[in-house]
């Protein structure tokens, strides 16, 4: 096959096991457990009248990117749209790093990471995470070309102070993606940072904290003049007419955000005194996620055991250091998880 041996040679993502029978307690994705705002809907439905699906869509969002930039304080022009943030990161890669060039990130994290350098024919080198999910300082990666950091960072669900982004930041001295797919859940971000420097990025994305993972939708916020590079990147109609719809809506309804956050934050603490009370080392998340260990045990029969009873949690090794990532469910899902590892412990 004359396919690039970059590719030939990479394995590939896989995403998260999506089975989406009715009766299964789904805590394997990091899911939002309630629906979107009715408004969501409400667009939608307004969306498929008069001839809006027969012309393009509007290339920036524009509508989007106006809701957005008051709802988060930021200039529109700073904002760039997605087909989930996904898609941002990979605009990302592909305006900063050359082949042959170098991508930074901690670890354990986000593995589609390793999956863009590798496409990008770029190399890809980590730094671990300490015991207590903190960096070394000083950052030891020089001359990376992107270094993407997560906060929240996944599996973990823990986030870097204000203060450590900070210095973070000014010890990388290069191009740094804020990957905020989680930051909604957290009490602070990487906004800030990424309005004063050229070098931070921040993404976010719809599916976890607005419900709409099955629409597609992120947005990258950083200074207009690094937009108008990434904008040369993107495919000019990367997100439809629907999803603008949607993600302009859902982000309209700040009400209906405050409501589902508080109702997860809630079911994030229970989660994390029950999981403890039944063995578990749990580590405190600022995330939809716990993220769960044990010595006394083995983890992926737990796992496996749970999906017996239609339970999907997600099980994640990396090199040897295991865990369970649980998706905070609702009230009712928790309450079938806590009872199912009751009676499988
Ligand atoms: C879920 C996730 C994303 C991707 O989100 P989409 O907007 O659905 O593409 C990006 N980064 C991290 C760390 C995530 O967990």
Redesign the pocket.
Same mark, same amino acid.
């Given at each position: 096959m004359s396919v690039r041996s970059n590719i030939l040679a990479m394995s590939g993502y896989v995403p998260g096991e999506q089975l989406n029978d009715a009766d299964i307690v789904k805590l394997n994705t990091?899911e939002n457990p309630y629906p979107p705002s009715p408004m969501v809907f409400h667009a939608i439905r307004e969306a498929l009248t008069g001839d809006k699906l027969r012309k393009y869509p509007q290339p920036m969002g524009d509508h989007f990117r106006k809701a957005a930039g008051q709802v988060l304080g930021v200039d529109p022009d700073g904002i760039l749209i997605g087909n @989930? $943030? /996904? /898609?941002l990161?990979t605009i990302l890669t592909r305006t900063f790093v050359p082949e042959g060039g170098l991508i930074a990130s901690p670890t354990p !994290? &986000?593995i589609?990471y390793r999956n863009l350098a590798e496409i990008q024919g770029s190399r890809f080198e980590t730094v671990r995470f300490d015991e207590s999910w903190k960096l070394p300082s000083p950052w030891p990666i020089r001359g990376a070309n992107l270094t993407f950091l997560?906060n929240p960072n !996944?599996p973990s669900g823990t986030a870097l102070t204000p203060a450590e982004l900070e210095r973070f930041m000014a010890e990388v001295a290069g191009p740094v993606v804020c /990957?905020e %797919? &989680?930051g909604d859940f957290c009490d602070w971000n990487g906004l800030l940072l990424a309005k004063s420097s050229p070098n931070v990025i921040v993404?976010r !994305?719809? $599916?976890?904290s607005y419900s709409l %993972?099955g629409i597609?939708? @992120?947005f990258a916020v950083a200074q207009p003049q690094v937009v108008r590079q990434m904008l040369k990147v993107k495919d000019s109609y990367n997100c439809d007419v629907l999803s603008l719809a949607a993600a302009t809506a859902a982000i309209e309804d700040q009400d209906y955000f405050r409501s589902v956050k508080a109702k997860i934050v809630a079911t994030r603490g229970r989660m994390e005194v029950e999981l403890s009370r039944l063995g578990f080392t749990v580590t405190p998340s600022t995330a939809n996620f716990v993220w769960c260990r044990r010595s006394d045990r083995p983890l992926k029969p737990i796992a496996e055991e749970l999906k017996a009873r239609k339970i999907l949690v997600r099980y994640m090794n990396y090199d040897g250091y295991d865990g369970l990532r649980i998706s905070v469910g609702s009230d009712a899902e928790i309450d079938k998880l806590l009872a199912a590892l009751a009676a499988i412990l």
């Open positions: 990091n @989930g $943030s /996904d /898609d990161l !994290s &986000y589609l997560p !996944s /990957d %797919a &989680y993404t !994305s719809l $599916s976890k %993972a597609r939708f @992120g």
